[in-house]
Each structure stands twice: as structure tokens, then as C-alpha cells.
């Protein structure tokens, strides 16, 4: 078995070999692009900019964690402010594809922008194997288009350098030990961000309550595990789903979306099988969403769906 120090080792050499001119990366403060970014920098140095793209999209104090990890590791970032452009695009859009298809050419858009600023010649990215795996080509059928796989536009005009391609989480997760890197033990977060727990149309305020129900998940489960009632899942989080029913807060009758908890264990996201999160904890998560969002959310559910056949996230 390859170690981490020699996949580090071979991805610095490649990218030295690969890279002969300015670089640009977007840096999401996820551990893929984090450890692709480290290694860039590591190779190039000052041919690398960094650029976070904060897309509306993100979770709860998001751009402050990202702004400050990647702050930590030494990498020259900047930050670029897009809510409303992300926004304007999706408006309307309900189709998962479509939406994952609009978030990467955005995404590219962007960074052609940046690239002109700097007059970046490459693109660096944290693509790994699952990415590619599930958006499909050749023989394989598209599960779901990763933004920075299948949601690419065809005239992107950057040479892209993926030094993870052949990388599955469990090595990138081991690298990033390796490499120091702080967020090392993040939980897996999707490119195309809450687009992609919110089903149905993106509205800025429909994407704020799934911001505000995927804190409270993830801070019931953290809480939880650190006091010993149960096991940190591998990833966990809430979706947004557009179905109404009735509730009553009060005396009063109101007409809430659903939340649907997700919880998982896995190894490398290609399969997954749903957590075993103890009733308590469901329901204290259950009565904090509901009295948080209220009149917005009246229902929460738990997803007790293996992948396969369900994906880890809903869209």
C-alpha cells in the first residue's frame, strides 16, 4: 500500500512537471481542495493564487472557518463575493443536473475572471476518484454531476491539473494528516454547497432555513459524540424539501416545509449506509428545528436509506 508521504510526494513531483506558468485554484476550505491547494503550493509557490468563491451556497460562518484555515496554511487567497450572481442563475431551476450544470459554469466564469487578473494559464483542482466515478463517461452511467466534473462547461480556457484524480477520500484524508492540515477531519461538503440540500427552486431564503437546520444537526451530533452517546458519523447534515403539510405552533395552523436529517457512515463515500442515531438525539434535533424555523418548518424526518440505492446527498 501506497503511504501518504510517497502520494505527496508523487502528486508535488507531477504538478511541478504539469505546471510551468501561473496557477489558480479554488479553494472551498474542504479538505479535497484544501490538500490539492497545499500541494500546488508547495510545488509552484508564488504561481499559485488561491481564490474562495462564496457563492451564497455556504454553510452557517463558512467564509470566516474557510478564510481562516486557509489563512493558516500560507496559501495567498482571495475571496470573491457571488451570492447574487448564483442567485440570478438558479432562479426558477428546480432540475438537480440543471442546477449542478448552471453552479459549474458559474464556477468556471469566475475564475476565467480572476484568471485574467492574474493571467493564470492553469487550473488546479481537487477532483478525486468518486467525483469523475459518479458523473459518468464512457461506459459508466451519470449518478450525479460533480460541479467540477460534469457540471463544466466545454470551453473552459485553462488547462486543468487534477493531482487527486486518483485519489479516494480515505487517502486524501490521510495526506492531509500528513500535509498538517488543519481541516483534515472535516466532514465532506458538495461543490454546488446547500444547492444541492435544497430541493425544489434556490431561494435566498429557502436556503437560509436548510444554513440554519444543517447547524443544528451538525451541532446536536458533535455535541452527542463528544459525550459518548454515540458515533460521529461520517457525514451528516439537513435537506430542505418542498413538500407542505399542516402543523401547529400555538393555537395557530401553519403551513411548513419538511427537513429531512441525513446522517451516514462510510469510507469513501462510494457506499454508505445510514447512521444509527439514538432516538433522543432525533428528537432533540427534531425540537430545536422546529421551534428555530418556525412557520417555516413544521415537519423533520429521518433518512434511513443505504447508498445504494440513495445517494449520500439528495441531489
Same mark, same amino acid.
Given at each position: ?31 479535497? /481542495? ?36 486557509? /489563512? ?72 450525479? /454531476? ?21 485519489? $479516494? ?13 488543519? /481541516? ?51 457525514? $451528516? ?36 449506509? $445510514? ?41
Amino acid at each position: 500500500m501506497i503511504s501518504a508521504a510517497d502520494l505527496i510526494d508523487e502528486a508535488i513531483s507531477n504538478l511541478k512537471e504539469s505546471i510551468d506558468d501561473v496557477a489558480i485554484i479554488a479553494c472551498s476550505g474542504g479538505i479535497d /481542495s484544501s490538500v490539492a491547494a497545499t500541494l500546488a503550493n508547495r510545488a509552484v509557490g508564488g504561481l499559485l493564487h488561491c481564490v474562495y468563491v462564496d457563492t451564497g451556497l455556504m454553510r452557517k460562518n463558512e467564509t470566516e472557518d474557510v478564510q481562516r484555515v486557509l /489563512s493558516e496554511l500560507g496559501l495567498n487567497l482571495t475571496t470573491v463575493h457571488a451570492a447574487d450572481r448564483y442567485f440570478e442563475a438558479l432562479k426558477g431551476v428546480t432540475d438537480p443536473e440543471t442546477k449542478r450544470k448552471i453552479i459549474g459554469e458559474l464556477f468556471i466564469r469566475i475564475f476565467e475572471d480572476e484568471q485574467k487578473k492574474v493571467g493564470a494559464k492553469y487550473l488546479v483542482q481537487g477532483t478525486i476518484a468518486p467525483d469523475w466515478i459518479e458523473s459518468g463517461g464512457g461506459v459508466r452511467d451519470v449518478i450525479k /454531476s460533480h460541479h467540477n466534473v460534469g457540471g463544466l462547461p466545454d470551453d473552459v480556457n485553462l488547462d486543468i491539473v487534477e493531482p487527486l484524480r486518483d485519489c $479516494y477520500k480515505d487517502e486524501v484524508r490521510e495526506m492531509a494528516r500528513e500535509l498538517g492540515i488543519p /481541516s483534515s477531519e472535516r466532514q465532506p461538503f458538495p461543490g454546488p454547497g446547500l444547492a444541492v440540500r435544497v430541493l425544489g427552486e434556490l431561494t435566498p431564503e429557502r436556503v437560509e432555513v436548510c444554513r440554519e437546520a444543517c447547524a443544528i444537526v451538525e451541532e446536536e451530533l458533535e455535541a452527542a459524540a463528544s459525550e459518548g452517546k454515540m458515533e460521529l458519523p461520517w457525514q $451528516y447534515f439537513a435537506a430542505l424539501l418542498p413538500v407542505r403539510s399542516v402543523g401547529v405552533h400555538g393555537d395557530v395552523r401553519v403551513h411548513g416545509e419538511t427537513v429531512v436529517i441525513r446522517a451516514v457512515a462510510s469510507f469513501d463515500g462510494m457506499s454508505a449506509r $445510514y447512521s444509527l442515531i439514538p432516538h433522543e438525539i432525533l428528537e432533540k434535533i427534531s425540537i430545536r428545528v422546529t421551534n428555530t424555523l418556525k412557520g417555516d418548518v413544521n415537519r423533520v424526518v429521518y433518512d434511513v436509506t443505504h447508498k445504494p440505492p440513495g445517494t449520500i446527498e439528495w441531489e
